[in-house]
């Protein structure tokens, strides 16, 4: 058994450690201007079974120095999955994004549901768990610090802090729900065909329902054949055939 933890041991280590020395050679390549070979360096990373939001976010780097831009919004968006927040992430996707030809408006939110929306789409379901997390250490502290208060005031003060902190891990618990439920609803997707006609039914013969260009990002709804039934940020919907979109989920 030891002999066995041993070598996993060894696996994941030197698993870790290549990836870290291929991590570093792409991004040296980068810096030198070789974009290709660094692309195909954090590809092979990505082979081999390591990810990352930084990993993701260099590529995209390396795809919008080569000028192409499905590759790069693609990877940028891999990135927001896994770090939302990222500043430097969403100005580089917003200066890629500039490249493509389709420009979607979005269909504004309102009411309720935009208020929701804003307020628990601002962070990823695991930082609402982890602020979870930090609420059940703040009830443990002001728990300890009402059951040793000396004083009734104190012990109020104590009392309401642990109200307080009880009522945030409510919220942060019911945001992560919401957040995960709501991003396991959607399957975004990039379209990389560099032009493709979306048609009104699952068939080849169908009329076409509008055009996109590559970069533009899909929304599926589902798969029936060699079709995938997508909707765009304005609510058009129509029929594109699979091979043209690449799912980031």
């Not at 002999?3 to 870290?20: E, N």
């Not at 962070?123 to 768990?129: F, G, I, P, Q, S």
């Not at 009329?207 to 054949?225: N, R, S, W």
Request: charged share 20%.
């Amino acid at each position: 058994m030891k002999k066995l933890l041993y070598i996993v041991t060894v696996v994941l280590l030197s698993q870790v450690t290549w990836g870290q020395q291929a991590f570093k050679e792409a991004n040296k390549l980068y810096q030198e201007g070789k974009y290709a070979q660094a692309a195909k360096g954090y590809e092979d990373i990505l082979k081999g079974g390591e990810e990352s939001a930084e990993l993701y976010f260099n590529l995209g780097n390396a795809y919008y120095k080569m000028d192409e831009v499905a590759p790069a919004i693609y990877n940028y968006e891999k990135s927001l999955l896994l770090k939302p927040n990222d500043k430097d992430t969403k100005i580089n996707l917003g200066y890629a994004q500039k490249m493509t030809i389709d420009h979607i408006e979005a269909v504004p939110q309102v009411g309720f549901s935009k208020i929701l929306y804003n307020f628990t789409g601002a962070y990823h379901y695991n930082t609402w768990a982890w602020a979870a997390i930090a609420g059940a250490v703040l009830v443990l502290l002001f728990f300890v610090g009402y059951y040793f208060a000396g004083t009734t005031l104190l012990k109020r003060v104590f009392f309401g802090g642990m109200v307080v902190a009880l009522l945030g891990i409510v919220v942060c618990v019911l945001s992560a729900m919401f957040v995960k439920s709501e991003g396991e609803k959607l399957r975004p997707a990039i379209v990389f065909s560099e032009v493709v006609s979306v048609k009104s039914e699952p068939n080849d013969n169908a009329p076409d329902a509008f055009i996109l260009h590559e970069g533009t990002k899909v929304f599926v709804q589902e798969t029936l054949g060699n079709y995938k039934k997508i909707e765009l940020e304005d609510d058009s919907e129509g029929w594109i055939e699979r091979d043209a979109i690449k799912e980031l989920k």
